[in-house]
């Protein structure tokens, strides 16, 4: 009886520990891919201001957005920045690893812009550890176009620097 009651309460214990692990988890989730998507378009925000002040272009260095005084001759010491340095470094963040793809630059670029400039970008997020710290993976671009995965795969940007379409499933 003894064996048959501490098989039983370790049993609903550990059911119970892992209803909490499962629970704690599902709540986290939605709260990862909140805050990803969120990133994404605050990058799409930043790089269009950027654009605005380099010639019409978004930068292949996210480094720039974060400190365009290096970048941007003639960018005034004393102006905003347009991207948080968290969110340029690219760090692991909200249970996603991110990564940038630059597209091509631009034909010509103006003496007073970023010898980085680019003409199309995209941004992945892909979750650190599938089904755990997220279950889909996203990418965004330069078109303010948001896609994801349902099973949290990276999907592959093209080399033009921008999302596959045909590799994920647009946002709504």
Known sequence: KWDAAVAFVSGGVLAAMTFLVSSTNSHRLPRNETETLSDLRTLFR???????????????????????????????????????????????????????HPGPPPATIPAEGSPTSVTTWALLAVPAEAGYTGVRAFCGDSTGFICHTPDGTAPAPTPDGLCDQTACTELD
Request: aromatic share 10%; proline share 9%.
């Open 46 to 100: 930043a790089q269009t201001h950027y654009a605005s002040v380099n010639g019409g272009h978004p930068d292949g260095n996210l480094e720039c957005l974060a400190r365009p005084t290096e970048c941007l001759p003639e960018y005034p010491d004393d102006a905003p920045f347009f991207l948080d340095a968290e969110l340029a470094s690219l760090t692991e963040k909200g249970g996603y690893r991110r990564s940038f």
